[in-house]
């Protein structure tokens, strides 16, 4: 990995990680027509360089998490069902995680469901996220566990779980931002320990690409952030089910032609 490629996939992660678009979806991807051969560090960067984007929401929210104690008793509740899945499913996300045509449906399939979601769930209650119930917390939870499918999205599914538990839109994708940090710190954490425990260590230019690609993310997500509250708040998701369908349904024509996207 060079430092351009390095950067891309910072931008491609600052961009879609907070937006209902697949930001795993759009990494493998990414990795696949730059043709970055798989390696222990590659596929690390691709989960370590998450971090600057979770720096992102502690910046742009930071009063938020001085609010009070429930704030944190809740995050920890919505964050137990995937985390609990992701362990027990490990191999098998592992497994999905090499298949484009799984992320290219489910690219579809979402891109299909935030057509609807607007219309679906359009009587609010909810407008600040501090407001919802333990329960609501964990039934959020419950639908970030869909993001285990590579293509789904995890902002999707949790934004759609608060709209469904009465959240306005708004409130759902904060909530969703939230929820991001723990998830992500936890993702990243167990990925460096098994880097190590697999008997890898960082080269000093590792650790400058690392630096970089989460400097360059956590710039680009604070951009993101700020520019998908505004599009969301006044146009809904519809735009972005459009985009997940034509770039899903880009990817299977380019599977069935014969083409061969090699997911690291």
């Known amino acids: 990995m060079n430092y351009i490629q390095a950067i891309i996939l910072a931008i491609i992660e600052g961009l879609t990680e907070f937006l209902p678009v697949s930001s795993t979806g759009h990494m493998i991807i990414g990795s696949a027509v730059m043709g970055l051969q798989p390696s222990a560090f590659v596929k690390l960067f691709l989960i370590v360089i998450q971090l600057g984007t979770i720096l992102s929401v502690l910046v742009l929210y930071y009063k938020r998490f001085f609010r009070s104690l429930s704030f944190y008793y809740k995050l920890i509740i919505a964050a137990i069902p995937a985390s609990l899945l992701g362990v ?22 979402g891109g299909v469901v935030l057509l ?55 409130a759902a994708a904060e909530f969703s931002f939230f929820l991001a940090l723990p998830m992500m710190f936890g993702a990243s954490l167990i990925k460096v320990l098994k880097f190590f425990k697999d008997g890898n260590t960082f080269t000093s230019e590792e650790i400058k690409l690392l630096v970089v690609g989460n400097l360059v993310g956590f ?46």
């Open 88 to 109: 027990l499913l490990n191999d098998q996300i592992d497994a999905l995680l090499e298949s484009p045509m799984t992320v290219a449906v489910m690219l579809v399939v």
């Open 116 to 170: 609807f979601v607007d219309k679906w769930f359009n009587k609010p209650a909810i407008e600040d996220s501090d407001n919802i119930s333990y329960k609501q917390a964990f039934i959020i939870g419950l639908y970030q566990c869909l993001a285990l499918i590579p293509g789904t999205s995890r902002s999707a599914s949790t934004i759609v779980g608060g709209m469904t538990q009465k959240l306005t839109r708004k």
């Open 219 to 264: 710039v680009v997500a604070i951009v993101a952030i700020k520019t998908f509250i505004n599009i969301l708040t006044k146009y809904g998701f519809k735009a972005f089910g459009w985009y997940r369908i034509v770039l899903g349904v880009l990817i299977i024509g380019l599977l069935l032609s014969g083409h061969e996207l090699n997911i690291i």
